[in-house]
């Protein structure tokens, strides 16, 4: 897949879609940076990895991606030497009617899934053009469908999408392409963070099978393969694409 070699940065690897990813990279060879704020769960993806490619090259960078984007351009940049893909996966939600939420909702939301991938991506992009590289943005179904008690996380995703545009648009004429994924229901801890507990994880899991043509829900691995191909040179003439990862539920539309 033309990654082999490559230097990767994926935020949010500490757990379910970036894990998955960062895997899915370091079996192809790729130099990959795992970067998150949980210590002990990034050192769970490190092993993993190193399982998938005892030979794998990685550098662990506990960091929050509010505070941290220029940190972690440059401690791989100073360990590397170079960058060749930003997957911006780090992100999370808070639900709330409008009639209810607060200001506070919004900028921890936008901060975490528009400010944080606006900085990586400007601390990013001068090494991004030294190697025509590429990002590939971890948007959602929420940025091109509206769902209701989600007003945030939905306008973070749909702003993330337009963004991923917009610098597809600025970086085409350096080469450097710029993507985003658009899963639909995946299997990873981001429902019991939305404050879910087991039970109404399991309820909702079995419940969000109908909502997806395919019938069931997706599985980290099927995002990260997709995050994989648009990342490789498979995908060098795609650029400002935002692609669902959904079982086909975008295509749905109730009778
Ligand atoms: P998880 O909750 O399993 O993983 C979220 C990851 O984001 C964690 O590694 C977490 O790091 C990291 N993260 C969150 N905030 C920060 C921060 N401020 N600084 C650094 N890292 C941070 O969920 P997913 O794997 O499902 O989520 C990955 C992406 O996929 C998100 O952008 C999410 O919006 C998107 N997505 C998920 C869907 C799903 O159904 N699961 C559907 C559509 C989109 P740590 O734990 O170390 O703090």
Redesign the pocket.
Known sequence: MSLAGKVVIV????????AATAEEFAKLGSKVVLT???EA??KATETACKAANSKVELLLIT????TDAEKIIKTTIEKFGQLDVLVN?????ELGSILDIDVDQFDRVMN??VR?VFLLTKYAAPHLVKTQGNIVN????VGLRAFADASVYCTSKAALDQFTRCIALDLAPKNVRVNAVN????V????R?LGMSKEENVKFLEDSKAKHALGRVGQ?KEVADAIIFLASDSASFITGATLPIDGGRHAMCPR
């Open positions: 935020t949010g690897a500490s757990s379910g879609i970036g998150g704020r949980n769960n990034l960091a929050d991606v509010t996966n780090a992100g999370y939600g975490t899934n944080s971890v948007s959602s179904l899963p639909g229901v995946i990873t801890d981001f429902h963070r980290p």
